[in-house]
């Protein structure tokens, strides 16, 4: 087992939230303790959809860094690295590119479901709709067999293993290695809205990042029960955001069995609820975003650096593999 190498990547479109830590930076910190670990910001990826803005992902970049080493995540451990950094990956994206019909792209339902969010204004770029295939390179180059990512990330990782068995058998060789996700034990964690997915883009998540007031704020305005108004009233659990963040992140389980039980016969007003969810949370995030407040820029650039140093090394050697494979190798002497 110890052969595996982690490989997972988030795009620097903003800070991330609990839904990111659930989903998958707390398998993360542990897969770091046993596996090589390589994780990228991936920027190039996130152009695909903010091709007009790249200074925004630009900012992003030393963010999700920052987010990264709050939360534990451990650069002596893993490599962190910037995926522009590292051209290898666009030389593999394109022979990978011959290897999947433009059919199989559209059937992807991840695609599907960001086109709905996205405004492209008439119809998708070649860019957005190949990304699954940059992102099959950026696994396959660090030979990554353990990837840490959200439930949304699957159809991405069929399709890497597809282009993966393709590439071994058209080349006969097994040089490129299939993947395996590896999901949080709460696979989608709902929005503070009750309505959708915790996501940047919708707005509907507490950050790692926000400040004490905001996560109370945000606690306060969570979707609960519209039926229970008074607290005798009987109360809902199920589709209760209040309860699913507390499933999430409350430890004691016994005392939330009880509160559950109390909520639902009649008695624990959505004020009471709340605020045992908020110094639920506030103690979670409190270390967090003080470690996050001591990092300073220069040492995050320093960490990209050299990570990003480490993983072209490693995508060369891996390039050159593939290329072997391929028989794309001229010798005129
Ligand atoms: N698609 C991922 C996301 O949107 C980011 C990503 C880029 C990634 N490359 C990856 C995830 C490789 C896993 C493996 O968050």
């Given at each position: 087992m110890s052969n595996h190498v982690v490989l997972t990547g988030d795009r620097p479109t903003g800070c991330l939230h609990l839904g990111h830590y659930v989903g998958s930076l707390k398998n993360r910190i542990s897969l770091q303790e046993k596996y090589d670990c390589f994780i990228m910001v991936a920027d190039i990826q996130a152009l695909s959809d903010n091709f007009d803005n790249p200074k925004k992902l630009a900012e992003n970049i030393t963010e999700v860094c920052k987010d990264y080493l709050s939360v534990g995540i451990d650069p002596q451990k893993c490599t962190i690295f910037i995926?522009?950094?590292?051209?290898?990956l666009f030389e593999l994206s394109t022979y990978y590119?011959?290897?999947?019909s433009v059919s199989r792209l559209e059937r992807n339902p991840t695609v599907k479901s960001e086109l709905k969010q996205k405004s492209f204004s008439s119809s998708i770029t070649a860019g957005f709709l190949a990304y699954p295939v940059s992102q099959t390179a950026d696994i396959t180059a660090f030979k990554g067999t353990l990837i840490p990512v959200g439930e949304d990330q699957l159809p991405l990782i069929e399709i890497t293993n597809e282009i993966v068995r393709k590439f071994n058998k058209t080349y006969n060789t097994d040089v490129l290695l299939e993947a395996a996700p590896v999901l949080g034990k709460v696979q989608r964690l709902v929005g503070i809205d009750g309505?959708?997915?915790?996501s940047k883009s919708l707005n509907n998540a507490i950050f790692l990042s926000d400040s004490s007031e905001l996560i109370r704020q945000k606690i306060h305005s969570m979707y609960t029960d519209?039926?229970?108004?008074?607290?005798?009233d009987p109360g809902k659990v199920k589709g209760n955001v209040v309860f699913d963040y507390l499933d999430a992140f409350f430890d004691d389980k016994n005392e939330l069995d009880s509160l559950k039980l109390q909520y639902k016969k009649g008695g624990l007003g959505d004020s009471v609820l709340k605020s045992i969810l908020n110094d639920n949370l506030q103690n979670f995030l409190k270390p967090i975003r003080e470690k996050r407040d001591s990092i300073s820029d220069k040492v995050v650039f320093n960490i990209l650096y050299e990570g990003s140093k480490i993983a072209r090394k490693v995508a060369k050697e891996t390039l050159s593999q593939v290329k072997d494979a391929m028989g794309l190798v001229y010798k005129y002497d």
């Open positions: 995926q522009s950094l590292v051209p290898e590119l011959n290897l999947i309505k959708a997915k915790a519209p039926s229970h108004i008074k607290v005798s």
